[in-house]
């Protein structure tokens, strides 16, 4: 049943995409801003302290809403495919991946750079006012080859593991990693639990997105890019995705990058050429590629455990 709450979850993503009005984490993105408020105001001089307090506002944001779904799936046993389909669509962001990422790679072909740098700029966090053409083809192809990690892979895995209560965890997690997981200002220490935890709760479904596609690329590239270059990446969990899946679609990703007003030079990921236009699409199509193979493979388990 698990499978057929997978495979709806994705046609409903594939089929409505992210929700126009309204979205789960979107909402819950607006009570992550009030609750850091309250706890700002409060955060003395120990940086211990502000783990801790970071540690506990964690916990307030994240622990009431995977109970209350562990809640209704223990007491909706006759719902429960469809609750889980629901949160399974919820969770993952194929559609709303590729919506983001197509129009950067019409942009481009139109050559309208500044409209491109402004769709780009909406899925990466570095600043893209000055970035030229081969930075927005490399930026676009970044953020698509993680994101189908974060977005896409890791919260089906703990769909696999957990069930629904799984998603509802990694996506509060993950989100919360994205709002505070900055070390700069009070993040530094705030955010760290919450930087931890996601680096925790992705180690394992990177390293398997990062080897789904050295399988549907050029592996010998992609496992050589995996070994040799992911020790240099900052991101214990984005290094290892991006470094294979580069090396997959054999491009060349990195190089000189803008955060907060400060330039910083990425190492080098992948190996072969300078990503061109038309690799933001590979990028893609290898994410979704690795989606076939994900489910297939979940449906594969699902037959083994009921025959």
């Given at each position: 049943?698990?499978?057929?709450?997978?495979?709806?979850?994705?046609?409903?993503?594939?089929?409505?995409?992210?929700?126009?009005?309204?979205?789960?984490?979107?909402?819950?993105?607006?009570?992550?801003?009030?609750?850091?408020?309250?706890?700002?105001?409060?955060?003395?001089?120990?940086?211990?302290?502000?783990?801790?307090?970071?540690?506990?506002?964690?916990?307030?944001?994240?622990?009431?809403?995977?109970?209350?779904?562990?809640?209704?799936?223990?007491?909706?046993?006759?719902?429960?495919?469809?609750?889980?389909?629901?949160?399974?669509?919820?969770?993952?962001?194929?559609?709303?991946?590729?919506?983001?990422?197509?129009?950067?790679?019409?942009?481009?072909?139109?050559?309208?750079?500044?409209?491109?740098?402004?769709?780009?700029?909406?899925?990466?966090?570095?600043?893209?006012?000055?970035?030229?053409?081969?930075?927005?083809?490399?930026?676009?192809?970044?953020?698509?080859?993680?994101?189908?990690?974060?977005?896409?892979?890791a919260p089906i895995f703990w769909f696999l593991c957990l069930?629904?209560p799984g998603v509802v965890l990694y996506r509060l997690a993950?989100?919360?990693?994205?709002?505070?997981?900055?070390?700069?200002?009070?993040?530094?220490?705030?955010?760290?639990v919450a930087a931890r935890i996601d680096d925790v709760l992705?180690?394992?479904?990177?390293?398997?997105?990062?080897?789904?596609?050295?399988?549907?690329?050029?592996?010998?590239?992609?496992?050589?890019?995996?070994?040799?270059?992911?020790?240099?990446?900052?991101?214990?969990?984005?290094?290892?995705?991006?470094?294979?899946?580069?090396?997959?679609?054999?491009?060349?990703?990195?190089?000189?990058?803008?955060?907060?007003?400060?330039?910083?030079?990425?190492?080098?990921?992948?190996?072969?050429?300078?990503?061109?236009?038309?690799?933001?699409?590979?990028?893609?199509?290898?994410?979704?590629?690795?989606?076939?193979?994900?489910?297939?493979?979940?449906?594969?388990?699902?037959?083994?455990?009921?025959?």
């Open positions: 049943m698990f499978v057929l709450s997978l495979l709806l979850g994705v046609l409903f993503d594939w089929l409505l995409g992210e929700p126009k009005k309204f979205h789960p984490l979107v909402g819950f993105g607006h009570w992550v801003k009030r609750v850091e408020r309250f706890f700002v105001k409060k955060l003395p001089d120990s940086s211990t302290k502000h783990i801790l307090l970071g540690g506990m506002a964690w916990a307030m944001l994240v622990i009431p809403p995977v109970t209350l779904v562990s809640c209704l799936v223990w007491y909706m046993p006759q719902q429960q495919w469809l609750l889980d389909a629901v949160v399974v669509y919820f969770g993952i962001a194929y559609r709303s991946l590729a919506d983001h990422v197509k129009p950067i790679y019409s942009q481009l072909c139109r050559g309208n750079l500044a409209k491109a740098r402004d769709l780009v700029a909406r899925i990466v966090s570095r600043d893209m006012d000055n970035a030229d053409e081969q930075g927005v083809r490399n930026a676009a192809i970044e953020s698509c080859l993680e994101n189908g990690s974060d977005a896409i892979f069930g629904a993950n989100t919360l990693d994205a709002m505070w997981g900055y070390k700069h200002g009070h993040y530094l220490y705030f955010g760290r992705n180690y394992v479904p990177a390293r398997l997105t990062a080897m789904s596609y050295a399988l549907l690329g050029s592996t010998y590239n992609a496992l050589r890019c995996w070994r040799t270059q992911t020790k240099r990446c900052a991101s214990p969990n984005a290094g290892p995705v991006m470094c294979s899946g580069a090396g997959a679609l054999n491009v060349i990703l990195g190089g000189r990058v803008c955060y907060h007003g400060k330039e910083y030079d990425k190492p080098v990921m992948g190996a072969g050429r300078q990503a061109e236009d038309n690799d933001i699409l590979r990028a893609l199509s290898l994410v979704w590629h690795t989606l076939i193979l994900w489910l297939f493979s979940a449906a594969l388990i699902g037959w083994t455990y009921v025959f």
